[in-house]
């Protein structure tokens, strides 16, 4: 008596067409995992910069909150600008007061400060430092200003060479990682009356 064993495994074709399964399921996890970690990136940029502007605008605020007489007798008010503004405060509580310009370089928002130093006391530009505060911010490219100064009537200033008319100050921060893809552009928005200085 003869036994006859049969072995039946895969064909060529049936392992290919496997394989070439296996391959399409492989790269759709691969796909979907990228793209998750890549949307989780950008809302992490994303919340990382709109925390930066929400910290610039904090220190804007409360410095010039606290704009005071310059250690030399200059008025607190140096210079106004839509995209800039300049002014003394004391700004790291040393009872010396400092000259501090918060200003929009391209897209970074800065903040300039100079100690005074001397007898008389002076403020040499040669002591500057300058400090990125926040990048991303989309001002300028969608025309709304940085800053807008108001009167003591609440009247909004239209010449800014009128330094010592300025009571309040709005600061506007627009920020977007990547404009050309959702979400919208994110807006902080800050207000300081300028206390040291109201008449």
């Not at 009872?95 to 300039?112: A, C, H, M, P, V």
């Not at 003591?152 to 010592?164: H, K, Q, T, Y």
Request: proline residues 4%; without cysteine; negative net charge.
């Amino acid at each position: 008596m003869q036994h006859k064993y049969t072995q039946r495994g895969f064909s060529l074709i049936e392992m290919m067409v496997l394989l070439f399964v296996l391959v399409i399921i492989i790269i759709a996890i691969v796909s979907a995992l990228r793209y998750t970690y890549r949307g989780q990136r950008f809302a992490f940029e994303q919340a990382d910069a709109t925390r930066s502007a929400r910290t610039g605008i904090e220190q804007a605020v409360r410095d010039l909150r606290e704009a005071s007489y310059a250690d030399n007798g200059a008025y607190p008010i140096v210079r106004l600008a839509t995209s800039s503004v300049e002014f003394y405060s004391d700004y790291d509580n040393d009872n010396k007061i400092e000259k501090i310009k918060y200003f929009l370089d391209g897209d970074t928002f800065q903040k300039s400060i100079v100690e005074s130093s001397g007898d008389p006391p002076e403020y040499a530009t040669s002591t500057e430092v300058i400090s990125p505060i926040s990048d991303h911010v989309r001002n300028s490219a969608v025309d709304i200003p940085l800053f807008t100064y108001y009167d003591r009537a609440g009247d909004e200033l239209v010449d800014l060479s009128d330094i010592d008319d300025v009571a309040f100050v709005v600061v506007r921060i627009i920020v977007n990682l990547h404009p050309e893809r959702a979400p919208d552009d994110f807006e902080l928005r800050s207000s300081a009356a300028l206390r040291n200085i109201l008449k």
